[in-house]
């Protein structure tokens, strides 16, 4: 097996075949060499920095019923919100005297921030915070919305494919909404000019090792400057209540070939990884992740924005305890950078 990750890191691809024997090796010694060579790339293109996002959940509203979302729309108990511009901004102040310099806007699909109002916000940060970079992460627009927010300054869009398989996709998701226009979206924000994200979730119900294979296809062939990936969690309200939530090893498997697949990309160490396992971040940085992205929303709207049981968002996973991850990342022999942590360009992928 050490020839085939040796073959990935050399090739950054492998055929469906050699995938399909890596993703099911059990052994912890398979996982083991992965997340070393993974954490050897990642140190080569980013050195030991990590780099700080403060996430920003400004609505739980959200127009579509996904059925593996917390705040789904026929989810009825969940206590809806929206933050104000003003509040949005008093987020942001307390995470720049943190040191955050990346701030993640991450909502459902909420009709009432029209495209002017959200362009209003973009602004006032920017204006405010001219050395911050500003991510989107609130779903499916059509072209001329991204392309304002891009004019406005956004400077980056996180849109998880969650899975790329066509089937499968229907199975998760509700018959208007589809795969083909997701990909439409990845494809719109890319061309516009954005640093862009997909990636979908480890474990989700029904995902076969075979829908895995085709995600990592995709990615490879969208060549994003961010893959967001983490185990799938259930969330009582939802259809998907009962299935199993996604495997921690597998997640940490994935994160190590994405890095051999593109070693410059931003691979984040999300908070379901933490909210699986204690140690989940830390561990996902040794597999090769460089972004984690602590809580910035006020404290009083934290737990309302459940995509899924159990969400950690208080706690370490907080911004208020950046001291805490800092020292967790210092004893990893790592450090959090203070930078705005962009992607690192075509230029590292070629030279690995």
């Excluded at 990590?50 to 959200?62: Q, S």
């Amino acid at each position: 097996m050490k020839d085939l990750i040796l073959k990935l890191e050399k090739n950054r691809f492998l055929d469906d075949d050699a995938f399909k024997a890596l993703l099911t090796d059990g052994r912890e010694e398979t996982l083991h060499f992965l997340n070393e060579r993974a954490d050897c790339i990642r140190k080569k293109v980013y050195a030991t920095d990590v780099y700080i996002r403060g996430l920003i959940e400004f609505t739980n509203y959200c127009k579509n019923d996904c059925y593996y979302c917390g705040i789904r729309r026929s989810n009825t108990a969940a206590e809806r919100y929206r933050l104000s511009e003003e509040q949005i901004m008093e987020c942001c102040a307390a995470g720049y005297e943190l040191g955050f310099r990346t701030f993640v806007l991450q909502g459902g699909e909420d009709a009432y921030f029209t495209d002017e109002r959200l362009i209003d916000i973009i602004r006032c940060i920017k204006r405010s915070y001219p050395d911050c970079a500003v991510t989107l992460s609130i779903g499916e627009r059509d072209y001329s919305s991204y392309k304002a927010f891009f004019d406005a300054g956004a400077d980056r869009y996180l849109l998880r494919h969650e899975t790329a398989d066509t089937e499968h996709y229907s199975r998760l998701h509700p018959a208007w909404l589809s795969l083909e226009n997701r990909k439409k979206c990845l494809y719109d924000l890319k061309n516009i000019g954005f640093q862009v994200g997909c990636g979908f979730m480890v474990g989700s119900p029904y995902q076969t090792v075979e829908n895995i294979i085709s995600d990592l296809k995709f990615i490879k062939e969208f060549n994003p400057h961010m893959v967001g990936i983490g185990p799938f969690i259930p969330h009582k309200a939802t259809p998907f209540a009962n299935f199993q939530q996604g495997s921690f090893e597998l997640t940490l498997k994935l994160l190590s070939i994405i890095r051999l697949m593109l070693p410059g990309v931003l691979l984040p160490a999300t908070t379901a990884l933490g909210t699986i396992h204690p140690n989940g971040r830390e561990m996902g940085i040794l597999a090769g992740a460089n972004v984690v992205m602590p809580n910035l929303s006020p404290v009083q709207v934290r737990k309302k924005y459940t995509l899924y049981d159990n969400k950690i968002c208080m706690g370490e996973e907080a911004a208020e305890s950046i001291a805490v991850l800092k020292s967790k990342l210092d004893n990893l022999g790592y450090k959090i950078s203070v930078h705005r942590g962009d992607y690192k360009g075509e230029s590292c992928e070629k030279s690995h």
